[in-house]
């Protein structure tokens, strides 16, 4: 259980060590850089979903004054690769050239213009005329892999997985435990249902943005809004056929990423621009650039079908899954394999389980890592199918989940069977209090109050709805993570992470887990991060690593810190190592209570003695990823007659083992709430039959805004990972999932109608209610 009381730092409500310079516009975001006679890029987009290039002019362009260079296909490096900032050899396809003569979707890149100023840049791009050759685009998913391919040109795996674009299959992977037909059709209860998610953009408010340029020694360094800098350094050195030592990457303060960054798209092309003119070069996006070009979450169709007995045992579960990864293969495989390995163990006590699942190209936008990544899809059709077995059976849900759901000292065959791009890894569940979030957050919706109740408002009537979740801590047997300190002359110290910082706080918590180490504060670490050359290895931030894989690094290296200070500090007192301890900022003799400061012991190792740099560097690895647990709560408000919604409460009760700093750990869950509301609710692309968005901008593509939100409630229900940096496993992701399919079920308690499709919008609720209305009254006749 939580420890908080015996912790100095560890649990406390410690502000983000950047958030004075961000509020006062000190801290600078990539666009806020600039570089003298540096050049302005422009990106060209296809207006075709799938076509082969057969005139590209640019004369117009190139005569243009103030036009410096163009790339397209005809002059740039043609190798294959991918876009996805994921470990090395990475499991996405390697599908994708910086320019390729084929075009596969609305918005592929044609061309690149660098001009002198931005205006030049946009009137060169009109310039460029473009003659196309047709081809049938495949819109579909399920007719994908009855189509022409999409990808012909020598496209390839890289890991031994299996890839057929022959078949337009870019992913697929699956696996059966036990007899699951047989078992099913002996249950007394089987559901079966099929539930379809839907576009959305990540819609950081910070568009993706890159700028290149020379060092003094002549090297070059990219300044990028990039959740991956370390995967970014290797991807540009793969594509421009350049050695990883001439390239630097660094990460900036970056202004939300959400997966959306963890893709290499912007640094190869202003690194080439550079390259070949010697100028710095920026390419920053616009809003409707970001919609069009860039990375999505999958839609995905699931087919789920779950049987039980009389009692509500749970029996056999097929979970079949069809996700579209639109023109290009980013992420396919890892976000396929999350949508069963994140949903499926949950329900542990199931002995017979199968997932089959395939991702499929398009001539659609390119999906890629979304928060929840492959979970959010899953846990839709998941959460809404245990809420319509438990009304079957006539037995409350709160009470399948807490009778059925994974708990400590368990484990779960999925773990062992299905990773991400590999097998997974066998695990034993060591922290969980999943109950206990049930029981807090069902109190706090006052769910026995207001479950079929149906309670009316005039028109409106209220409904109240739930879902519960785990997720992860890091990719096991995957993910790394590294960190360097060292101590200064008054007895600070530097600590520096490869870890990225979001905006999530995580330079914060990891100074916060240094400083519980070595019994100092916080303000005593001077945290730097994120940059290829002065920052360790880390693979970034995705997979809710950071405070689980790099918050242990830290602690790891504090360990050795704490060991050198013990050391140098009993020289110093002139006592055995074994006689002290560390305490406020000090050595000290536990007999007598004499002490050494911190800086007493930095400029006695420095300066006197013994010379030397107390300094120490670690790296983490982790064969286990302890799932973080969750249950969350909502209720809404149902016009019938207008098909109308109104969210009015949101619950979640999370545990995350030891909260380092609960106030960020808030933060997160309530941004990723929102996040998922808004999923919900209201977000959805708009494509014309020529598969082109037609709302690509923050008018059209309604985000859930402030004046938009109900009241929202987090839970921090503690619980303590033994194998965590002082208890604490992850929290960045697993709030998303819970939204869509809990507003589904309050949809369902309130009118009595199902939602198989998101979004929920006024016109979907309307139509279901007066369908259903209609099914009632021809039965009555």
């Known amino acids: 259980m939580a420890k908080t009381d015996c912790f100095k730092s560890v649990g406390k409500n410690i502000p983000k060590i950047d958030s004075l310079g961000l509020s006062t516009g000190e801290e600078k975001f990539t666009d806020d850089f600039c570089f003298p006679r540096q050049i302005y890029c422009k990106l060209v987009y296809s207006s075709s979903p799938f076509a082969k290039i057969i005139n590209l002019d640019l004369s117009g362009a190139e005569k243009l004054s103030g036009v410096v260079e163009i790339l397209s296909y005809k002059n740039t490096p043609s190798l294959f690769h991918t876009t996805a900032g994921q470990g090395f050899p990475e499991p996405s396809p390697y599908d994708t050239k910086l320019f390729d003569q084929t075009v596969r979707f609305v918005g592929d890149r044609i061309a690149l213009i660098a001009a002198e100023n931005p205006v030049i840049a946009e009137l060169a791009a009109r310039k460029i005329k473009i003659e196309y050759q047709e081809f049938t685009p495949v819109f579909n998913p399920q007719q994908s892999t009855s189509s022409p391919p999409l990808h012909f040109q020598g496209e390839h795996a890289v890991i031994p997985v299996p890839y057929l674009p022959e078949k337009n299959i870019a992913a697929k992977v699956g696996f059966e435990i036990g007899a699951v037909d047989s078992v099913l059709k002996n249950s007394d209860l089987v559901i079966n249902k099929i539930y379809q998610t839907h576009y959305a953009s990540h819609c950081a408010l910070e568009p993706h943005s890159a700028i290149s340029y020379f060092d003094s ?53 202003v690194a080439l621009i550079t390259l070949r003119t010697k100028r710095p070069a920026r390419l920053v996006l616009s809003r409707e650039e970001v919609f069009i070009s860039t990375r999505t979450r999958h839609p995905m169709e699931i087919e789920l079908s779950v ?283 536990r007999k007598d209570k004499r002490r050494c400061s911190y800086e007493e012991i930095a400029r006695y190792s420095l300066y006197s003695e013994n010379q030397h740099q107390i300094q120490a560097t670690t790296s983490n690895f982790s064969n286990q990823s302890p799932p973080p647990f969750i249950a969350q709560f909502a209720e809404v408000e149902i016009n019938p007659f207008t098909g109308e919604l109104k969210l009015l409460n949101f619950v979640s009760a999370v545990d995350c083992g030891q909260p380092i700093n609960p106030l960020l750990v808030e933060g997160q869950v309530e941004g990723a709430v929102v996040n998922g509301i808004s999923y919900a609710l209201t977000e959805q692309y708009k494509f014309s039959s020529a598969g082109r968005m037609q709302n690509a901008n923050f008018k059209y593509y309604h985000l859930f805004r402030t004046p938009d939100l109900c009241k929202v409630k987090t839970i921090i229900v503690n619980s303590y990972e033994q194998s965590g940096p002082f208890g604490a496993k992850s929290i960045g992701e ?48």
């Open 217 to 269: 020694r002549g090297r070059l360094v990219i300044i990028s809004s990039t959740q991956v800098p370390f995967h970014a350094r290797r991807i540009v050195s793969q594509i421009l056929d350049l050695p990883v030592k001439f390239i630097r990457v660094i990460k900036p303060r970056i202004g939300g990423g959400f997966g959306g960054k963890q893709e290499i798209l912007l640094e190869p092309l």
């Open 734 to 781: 697993i709030a998303i999932n819970g939204p869509m399919p809990a507003i589904a079920n309050a949809i369902f308690d309130a009118v009595g109608i199902r939602l198989y499709q998101s979004p929920f919008t006024p016109e979907k609720i309307y139509q279901a209610i007066h369908c259903c209305h209609k099914e009632l009254t021809e039965r009555r006749q």
């Open 307 to 589: 049987g039980a007995d009389k009692q509500g045992s749970l029996t056999a579960i097929s979970m079949k899954a069809l996700m579209n990864t639109g023109a290009y293969g980013s992420h396919a495989l890892t976000v396929l394999s999350n949508t069963g390995s994140k949903t499926l163990p949950l329900f542990n006590k199931i002995k017979n389980i199968r997932f089959h699942a395939h991702s499929v190209y398009t001539n659609l936008p390119v999906g890629g890592a979304y928060r929840g990544y492959g979970a959010t899809q899953g846990y839709f059709a998941l959460g809404q199918q245990i809420d319509i077995l438990a009304r079957e059976l006539k037995v409350d849900v709160l009470e399948i989940y807490k009778q059925q759901h994974i708990k400590s000292g368990e484990t779960s065959p999925v773990f062992e069977v299905l990773g991400e791009g590999k097998e997974g890894t066998s695990q034993n569940i060591t922290s969980c209090q999943l109950t206990e979030c049930i029981d807090q957050g069902s109190q706090k919706i006052d769910w026995y109050g207001k479950r079929d109740k149906r309670i009316k408002n005039g028109h409106w009537v209220r409904g109240v709805g739930m879902a519960a979740g785990m997720q992860g801590s890091g990719i096991p047997r995957v993910d790394l993570a590294s960190a360097y300190i060292k101590i200064n002359d008054d007895g600070s110290f530097n600590l520096n992470i490869g870890a990225t910082d979001l905006g999530t706080g995580s330079d914060t918590i990891l100074a916060q887990i240094a400083a519980e180490t070595l019994h100092t504060d916080p303000s005593q670490l001077i945290v730097l991060s994120s940059d290829t050359d002065t920052t360790p290895f880390d693979v970034g931030a995705y997979a809710s690593s950071t405070t689980y894989i790099s918050g242990n690094a830290v602690r790891k290296c504090a360990e050795k810190i704490k060991t050198k200070l013990i050391t140098a500090g009993a020289e110093l007192l002139q006592v055995q190592p074994q006689q002290v301890s560390l305490e406020n900022q000090a050595v000290v003799c």
